[in-house]
C-alpha cells in the first residue's frame, strides 16, 4: 500500500524522534532525520537501522525489508533539506516557544500543503499554532515511548485544525500499525489525562498513613488487576517525569481538585529518589532489582470467635458463604454475641462511621472490602478502625487468610484501597466525555493500549458496578468533604444503564 505521506521529516531526533521515524520508514514512506545537534541524526540513523537488525536477527523482519527501510532513512543537515516533506513532526524539546519558533521558520520553508504535527505531551497544540499562518494544517500527533511498542497515537486538533487533516494523520497512524484516537486539544489529551486517578489517589492514600506503598501495589496488582502497581509505575517512570505532568495538568485546569498533586512525590523528586534510574524511589533497587519488603505473616490464632455480619453489608451473601466455606462460626441473630468479630463492608465509608451508625462495638469491627467479587481477585483486604482490639484484627486476618489466600490489613479510610482508586479512575474518566474531549470508544481504547490498563475506565466502571462506583463517590465525599470526590455528572447520568455503552445518548 501506497503512504499517505511520501516524504516525512523528522525534527528532532531523540527517544521519540527515533520511534516515529522508524514506523514512518516501515510505513513505505522516505523519512529524513533532522536534529540541531550536531552529529545526532546520524546517530539517531544508525540506532534505527540496528533496531531493524535485531528484528531481522529475531526473525521479525525479512532481510530484504531491512534493507529498503534503510535505503529510505535519510539525514537531513537543515530545515531547508525538509522542503519536499509532505509531512513533517517534531519531537524537540517540550518549551512553548522554541516549538513555535521551529514551526513558524518551517512555514516559510515548506508547501502549503506539508502537514505540520507536534509530538508535544504537555503543551497546547492551538497555542504552538497560534503563530502560524496555515494553522488548518497543523495538529497534535502524540505518540507514546517506545514508539514501535505502544500502539496508539491520539491525533489533535487544535481550534483552527482542517478534520481532513486529522482523519489523513489517523489514516496514516494505521498505515504504520497503530490504532489512532482523536482528542480534544486539552490539557494531557486523552491518556495523560485518564491517568491521573491512578497515582495521585494511591498517593493520597499513602499520606493518610491507610497503607504503605508496597501494600497498595499489591492491592492493586491483585485486585484489580492491574500490572504494575502505582508505585511501581512511578519508579519506572520517575519522578521527574511524573511529578511535573501531575503538576502541568492540575494548574492547567486551574487547580481542579481531582487533579491534585501531591507532596510526597515534590519531596522526593528535591530529594533525588526519582526511582529505578536513580537506584532508589519508593522502593531500592539492587543491580536493578526491585527489592520487594515482605508481607506481614498470617497471625497464628489459638480460639477463633464468632462472627457475625452486619445486615447492610454489601455483597452479603457471598461474604456468608465465603466465611461458610472458610470455616467460620457464623452468628445469624440480629446482633453479635458479646464475643463475636463484626464485619462490616462498606463502599466508600470508613469503618469507624459504620460501627457508629450501626452501633456496633468498634473494638470487635473489622471491615473487609467487597467491592470485588471475592473469587474474582486474589487478594482480601480487611480494614480496622483506631478502637479495632489486636485480638479481633489478627482472628479477621487469620479466618480470611485461611484457605492460602492473600489478606492486607489497611488503616481505616474512607474506601478501600480498591475502591478508592477504581472509583477516581471512573470518575476522572467520566469527566473527560463529560467535556467531550474524545467519544467513550477512544477513552477505552486509548486508556488500554496507552495505560496499559486490565479494562478501559468505562468498561471497569460496569465491571464493578457504576451504581457501586457512585456510592463509593458519594459516600467518601461525606468523609472527606473534599470536591475530588464529587462525581461527574456525566457518571451520575450513566450510573443506571451503564457506561460503556457506545450509543450517543
Ligand atoms: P529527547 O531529549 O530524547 O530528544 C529531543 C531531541 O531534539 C534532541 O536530540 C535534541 O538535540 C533535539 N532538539 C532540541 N531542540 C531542537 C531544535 N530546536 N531543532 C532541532 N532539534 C532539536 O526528547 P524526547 O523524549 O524524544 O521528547 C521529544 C518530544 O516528545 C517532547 O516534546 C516531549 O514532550 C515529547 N514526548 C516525549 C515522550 C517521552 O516519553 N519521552 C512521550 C510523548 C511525547
Redesign the pocket.
Known sequence: MKPIYKTVGI???????RGIAQIAAQAGSVVKL????AG?AEKAREAICAQWDKLVEKGRMETTAATSHKASLLTAGTLADLADCDLIVE????RLD?KKA?FAELETIVSAQTVLAT????LSVTAIAAALKHPERFAGY????PVPLMKVVEVIAGLKTDAAVCSALADYARQMGHTPVQAQDTPGFIVNHAGRGYGTEALRIVSEGVADFATIDRILRDQAGFKLGPFELMDLTALDVSHPVMESIYHQYYEEARYRPSVITAQRLAGGMLGRKTGEGFYRYADGVMQLPAEAPVPRVAEMPPVWVSPRASRRSELLQLLKNLGAKIETGQSASPQALMVVAPLGFDITTVAVVERLDPARTVGIDMLIDDAATRRRVLATNPATRTDMRDAAHALFARDGKAVSVIRDSGGFVTQRVVATIVNIASDICQQGICSPKDLETAVTLGLGYPLGPLAMGDRYGPTNVLEVLFNMQTVYGDQRYRPSPWLRRRGAIGLSLMHEE
Open positions: 525534527v528532532g531526533t531523540g527517544a521519540m524522534g533532522m536534529d540541531n545537534q545526532a519531537a524537540i524539546v517540550e522554541v521551529l509530538n508535544t505531551s504537555s502524540h505518540f507514546f515511548n
